[in-house]
């Protein structure tokens, strides 16, 4: 009966991978349509409102890979701008250096506003959430008062005038032309950005740390190239907006700018570029159409802000994502096909054991781990069994490097793993999955299962920006594989689909493709069991044997005593944090101590 049911037709489900690659791109195309005919409907006052929001579009794209992508609560970044503005005016005036050309001192405006970009950013790598936003304001707050104090330099309180930028642009509409050709560029190179491995990497932080940190992405390096980034956008951002205002002083640059900045991307939703485009330029122009309310403004944008909070937390994004709004079937089988493994993993690879000597943990007054020695070999299942609490999920942390033993190493090919180091191992090829399955619930099941190539990716963040040929062979290798592992493991109909609405077995099949990414040497697995169907688990099972054919060695963590008998090659047993029995399936079977302490008569 059983083996009727692979035979069963493969189950039709809403949003498969194939979409053009020109539909994303059709609300861009008709957006800088109307902006380009902008001129011809609009009088010269709107020639500048239309500039502004081109210049908080650039500043806003940089942000918005740190707020919406990286979900860094970044809200100082006026102290960029006003950064910018003075650096490009002062050096265009030349009343404390040679005077430069304007186009010159914008661009060493943007090197100015990357290097602060990263000094505002720094706190982000040992700070979180409020106590960065914090260090943010603080910024803001200090590069204000500087700009007050340092007459000599900034005029102070009096101000200094912005830079002219010659014909064609120095007409309001030609000016206009220039900002929007700089915003248009920002806009495809962030785009570029999130759809690299960059990109997923920052939704990857956001959402889970851990899962992140298992595929070796280091979050500094990463957070460090995209603050420069943001900061060089926002940096230029304030050369332009120094010469749309014409003259500047330090009120120019008010909280209420910051706030604006901050909100545009959290109502056009996290993640999305379209969103934060569209809410910068509703908060841009709206004020335009409530002029009596003009007053108002900051009241506005927070009953704004409320709103699509409590409305639609997903921001403007979430409105337009009509793909995810299709309902997902009912009644959705995962068949695993493990015969597709050798489309993705060298079969017969050889390898060699990865070894726990002696390991030792304790947390506070308990032993987790007491002791603990264990050999996993290439190509072979071994089972990790025991009661609650007796250290199993420690010893993966151990070995995935989470935890750093108080003593004993783990050691992979003679060489010792170093502790307390999580991002290492994807580099060593060891995957896992998790006992809660750890997923970037934002990003689609595709791109989670890109997420454990990451280490894979050749290219620099500067050949993603710019759509270079080895960004571009990198994501058709890493999507290739991403398909084939989803094939593997039986998802491959819900690759587009948002992580976040998958039933829970199915999350556990997608880290499984996540950890097969990897071409892992190792696979540790969490109690992969936990929450499937007995007709689930048999097939968990012969995938996992497949797995270890081609030369895969795994640990698996599970309660479900028949499928750790069926398919293992080797059991340990755990009582806490000590080895209670070691050997193969009948010996632990039938080990007496371990039949009355923990598998019942
Ligand atoms: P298992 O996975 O076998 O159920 P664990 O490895 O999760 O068990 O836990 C082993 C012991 O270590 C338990 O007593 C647990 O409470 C303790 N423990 C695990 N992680 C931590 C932690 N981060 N802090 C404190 N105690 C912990
Ligand atoms: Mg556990």
């Given at each position: 009966?059983?083996?009727?049911?692979?035979?069963?037709?493969?189950?039709?489900?809403?949003?498969?991978?194939?979409?053009?690659?020109?539909?994303?791109?059709?609300?861009?195309?008709?957006?800088?349509?109307?902006?380009?005919?902008?001129?011809?409907?609009?009088?010269?006052?709107?020639?500048?409102?239309?500039?502004?929001?081109?210049i908080?579009?650039?500043l806003?794209?940089?942000?918005?890979?740190?707020?919406?992508?990286?979900?860094?609560?970044?809200i100082g970044w006026v102290a960029l701008l006003t950064l910018g503005a003075y650096t490009t005016s002062v050096l265009t005036a030349g009343t404390v250096t040679?005077?430069?050309?304007?186009?010159?001192a914008l661009?060493l405006s943007g090197v100015v506003g990357?290097i602060a970009g990263?000094i505002v950013?720094?706190?982000?790598?040992?700070?979180?959430?409020?106590?960065?936003?914090?260090?943010t304001l603080g910024f803001a707050t200090i590069v204000t008062q500087i700009a007050l104090a340092w007459q000599s330099v900034t005029g102070g309180g009096v101000g200094v005038a912005g830079p002219?930028?010659?014909?064609?642009?120095?007409?309001?509409?030609?000016?206009?032309?220039?900002?929007?050709?700089?915003?248009?560029?920002?806009?495809?190179?962030?785009?570029?950005?999130?759809?690299?491995?960059?990109?997923?990497?920052?939704?990857?932080?956001?959402?889970?740390?851990?899962?992140?940190?298992?595929?070796?992405?280091?979050?500094?390096?990463?957070?460090?190239?995209?603050?420069?980034?943001?900061g060089?956008?926002a940096g230029i951002a304030g050369g332009l907006f120094a010469s749309l205002q014409s003259y500047i002083t330090p009120d120019a640059f008010t909280f209420d700018l910051s706030?604006?900045f901050?909100?545009?991307?959290?109502?056009?939703?996290?993640?999305?570029?379209?969103?934060?485009?569209?809410?910068?330029?509703?908060?841009?122009?709206?004020?335009?159409?409530?002029?009596?309310?003009?007053?108002?403004?900051?009241?506005?944008?927070?009953?704004?802000?409320?709103?699509?909070?409590?409305?639609?937390?997903?921001?403007?994004?979430?409105?337009?994502?009509?793909?995810?709004?299709?309902?997902?079937?009912?009644?959705?089988?995962?068949?695993?096909?493990?015969?597709?493994?050798?489309?993705?993993?060298?079969?017969?690879?050889?390898?060699?054991?990865?070894?726990?000597?002696?390991?030792?943990?304790?947390?506070?007054?308990?032993?987790?781990?007491?002791?603990?020695?264990?050999?996993?070999?290439?190509?072979?299942?071994?089972?990790?069994?025991?009661?609650?609490?007796?250290?199993?999920?420690?010893?993966?942390?151990?070995?995935?490097?989470?935890?750093?033993?108080?003593?004993?190493?783990?050691?992979?090919?003679?060489?010792?793993?170093?502790?307390?180091?999580?991002?290492?191992?994807?580099?060593?090829?060891?995957?896992?999955?998790?006992?809660?399955?750890?997923?970037?619930?934002?990003?689609?099941?595709?791109?989670?299962?890109?997420?454990?190539?990451?280490?894979?990716?050749?290219?620099?963040?500067?050949?993603?920006?710019?759509?270079?040929?080895?960004?571009?062979?990198?994501?058709?290798?890493?999507?290739?594989?991403?398909?084939?592992?989803?094939?593997?493991?039986?998802?491959?109909?819900?690759?587009?689909?948002?992580?976040?609405?998958?039933?829970?077995?199915?999350?556990?099949?997608?880290?499984?493709?996540?950890?097969?990414?990897?071409?892992?040497?190792?696979?540790?697995?969490?109690?992969?069991?936990?929450?499937?169907?007995?007709?689930?688990?048999?097939?968990?099972?012969?995938?996992?044997?497949?797995?270890?054919?081609?030369?895969?060695?795994?640990?698996?963590?599970?309660?479900?005593?028949?499928?750790?008998?069926?398919?293992?090659?080797?059991?340990?047993?755990?009582?806490?944090?000590?080895?209670?029995?070691?050997?193969?399936?009948?010996?632990?079977?039938?080990?007496?101590?371990?039949?009355?302490?923990?598998?019942?008569?």
């Amino acid at each position: 009966m059983a083996d009727g049911m692979t035979s069963a037709p493969r189950p039709r489900t809403a949003g498969t991978g194939g979409q053009g690659w020109l539909q994303p791109l059709l609300p861009f195309l008709g957006l800088g349509a109307i902006a380009v005919c902008l001129p011809l409907v609009g009088d010269s006052y709107w020639s500048i409102i239309a500039s502004r929001a081109c210049i908080y579009w650039i500043l806003v794209s940089g942000l918005n890979l740190v707020v919406g992508f990286g979900g860094q609560i970044a809200i100082g970044w006026v102290a960029l701008l006003t950064l910018g503005a003075y650096t490009t005016s002062v050096l265009t005036a030349g009343t404390v250096t040679p005077a430069f050309s304007p186009y010159l001192a914008l661009a060493l405006s943007g090197v100015v506003g990357a290097i602060a970009g990263v000094i505002v950013g720094l706190p982000a790598l040992r700070l979180r959430t409020f106590y960065f936003a914090m260090t943010t304001l603080g910024f803001a707050t200090i590069v204000t008062q500087i700009a007050l104090a340092w007459q000599s330099v900034t005029g102070g309180g009096v101000g200094v005038a912005g830079p002219v930028f010659p014909a064609p642009f120095d007409s309001s509409w030609g000016f206009y032309y220039f900002c929007l050709g700089l915003a248009s560029i920002c806009t495809w190179m962030t785009a570029n950005i999130a759809a690299s491995r960059f990109g997923r990497a920052l939704v990857a932080i956001r959402d889970s740390e851990v899962a992140a940190e298992a595929a070796g992405i280091s979050k500094p390096m990463l957070l460090v190239v995209v603050f420069l980034f943001s900061g060089a956008v926002a940096g230029i951002a304030g050369g332009l907006f120094a010469s749309l205002q014409s003259y500047i002083t330090p009120d120019a640059f008010t909280f209420d700018l910051s706030v604006l900045f901050f909100i545009a991307i959290l109502i056009g939703g996290r993640g999305s570029i379209m969103g934060p485009l569209l809410g910068t330029i509703l908060l841009t122009v709206l004020p335009e159409f409530a002029a009596p309310l003009v007053a108002w403004s900051t009241f506005l944008y927070a009953a704004l802000l409320l709103v699509i909070v409590l409305v639609i937390p997903g921001g403007i994004a979430e409105l337009l994502d009509f793909k995810n709004r299709r309902p997902l079937e009912r009644h959705r089988e995962i068949i695993p096909r493990p015969e597709l493994l050798t489309d993705l993993l060298d079969a017969n690879r050889k390898g060699t054991p990865l070894t726990l000597e002696t390991i030792t943990l304790s947390f506070g007054g308990v032993r987790a781990i007491d002791g603990l020695d264990l050999e996993l070999r290439p190509g072979e299942v071994h089972g990790l069994i025991g009661p609650n609490g007796s250290g199993k999920t420690t010893t993966l942390n151990v070995i995935s490097g989470y935890y750093a033993p108080d003593n004993g190493e783990v050691r992979l090919n003679g060489a010792v793993l170093a502790p307390k180091a999580p991002t290492t191992r994807a580099g060593h090829r060891i995957a896992r999955t998790f006992q809660t399955p750890r997923l970037i619930g934002g990003a689609s099941v595709l791109q989670n299962v890109m997420i454990g190539g990451s280490v894979d990716g050749h290219c620099t963040f500067a050949e993603a920006m710019l759509m270079l040929p080895r960004h571009l062979r990198d994501e058709a290798t890493l999507r290739r594989s991403a398909m084939a592992a989803l094939a593997i493991v039986g998802l491959d109909l819900l690759a587009a689909v948002r992580a976040d609405r998958l039933q829970h077995s199915e999350l556990r099949f997608m880290e499984i493709a996540r950890a097969l990414m990897l071409r892992p040497a190792f696979v540790l697995l969490d109690e992969p069991a936990a929450g499937l169907s007995a007709e689930e688990i048999r097939r968990l099972g012969a995938l996992i044997v497949a797995i270890t054919r081609t030369g895969t060695g795994v640990l698996l963590v599970e309660h479900h005593a028949d499928l750790i008998f069926d398919i293992c090659d080797r059991v340990t047993v755990l009582n806490l944090g000590k080895v209670l029995a070691a050997g193969t399936p009948a010996e632990i079977r039938s080990h007496r101590e371990v039949v009355n302490a923990y598998l019942g008569a």
